[in-house]
T-cell receptor, first 115, second 115 residues
Framework: AQSVTQPDIHITVSEGASLELRCNYS??????LFWYVQSPGQGLQLLLK??????LVQGIKGFEAEFKRSQSSFNLRKPSVHWSDAAEYFC?????????????FGSGTQLTVLP | NAGVMQNPRHLVRRRGQEARLRCSPM?????VYWYRQLPEEGLKFMVY????????ESGMPKERFSAEFPKEGPSILRIQQVVRGDSAAYFC?????????????FGPGTRLTVT
């Protein structure tokens, strides 16, 4: 069965420290890959996406992610975290075929930023 | 440029009542998706619609749930005879009809509480 795994339920970092959030997927083919951020009580905002091409993708708010086919991973990174980055982060995948357009989400990683 | 709009933002229903959730996609978007987020979980796909057509309802519960996206007006997710287990946040997303249909833009969600 297809699945998306975010191994870290909760991560705490100090402001200014670097950040890496992990995402692994299990699909028969290379899916389309996304990272979304959700602030409390809000909807989801798209941070970045990967469809094809360069495996290092840049997103908004200083985030980047790297697709590694050999590891079936799409980890999210940020060199220096700001207090406003505290939120929940979701990795999502979509299958690039057929009429299906649904996204499958991981269970999320809650990020806490210490002053 | 208005984003995806959902109303109401909060909805309280007693067991056995009906819940109607509305979603207006972004301007120019003709594809709508509904997702459900249970507490402490990621989003789960429910249904994918285009104008006047249900394209994929593989995530919809077989009973009590229905969705529509009429030629005019918002998309509606309808839950009949609600039960406590229906309490969740329901998110709508939209995407353009061409090109990056996987790039979905989310609304702020409707938080349904069943008492």
């Amino acid at each position: 069965a297809q699945s998306v795994t975010q191994p870290d339920i909760h991560i705490t970092v100090s402001e200014g420290a670097s950040l890496e959030l992990r995402c692994n997927y299990s699909y028969g083919a290379t899916p389309y890959l996304f990272w979304y951020v959700q602030s409390p009580g809000q909807g989801l905002q798209l941070l970045l996406k990967y469809f094809s091409g360069d495996t290092l993708v840049q997103g908004i708010k200083g985030f980047e992610a790297e697709f590694k086919r050999s590891q079936s991973s799409f980890n999210l990174r940020k060199p220096s975290v700001h207090w406003s980055d505290a939120a929940e982060y979701f990795c999502a995948v979509g299958l690039p075929s057929g009429s299906a357009r649904q996204l499958t989400f991981g269970s999320g990683t809650q990020l806490t930023v210490l002053p | 440029n208005a984003g995806v709009m959902q109303n109401p933002r909060h909805l309280v229903r007693r067991r056995g009542q009906e819940a109607r959730l509305r979603c207006s996609p972004m301007k120019g978007h003709s594809h709508v998706y509904w997702y459900r987020q249970l507490p402490e979980e990621g989003l789960k796909f429910m249904v994918y619609l285009q104008k006047e057509n249900i394209i994929d309802e593989s995530g919809m519960p077989k009973e009590r749930f229905s969705a529509e996206f009429p030629k005019e007006g918002p998309s509606i997710l309808r839950i009949q005879q609600v039960v406590r287990g229906d309490s969740a946040a329901y998110f709508c997303a939209s995407s353009p009809g061409t090109g990056s249909s996987y790039e979905q833009y989310f609304g702020p969600g409707t938080r349904l509480t069943v008492t």
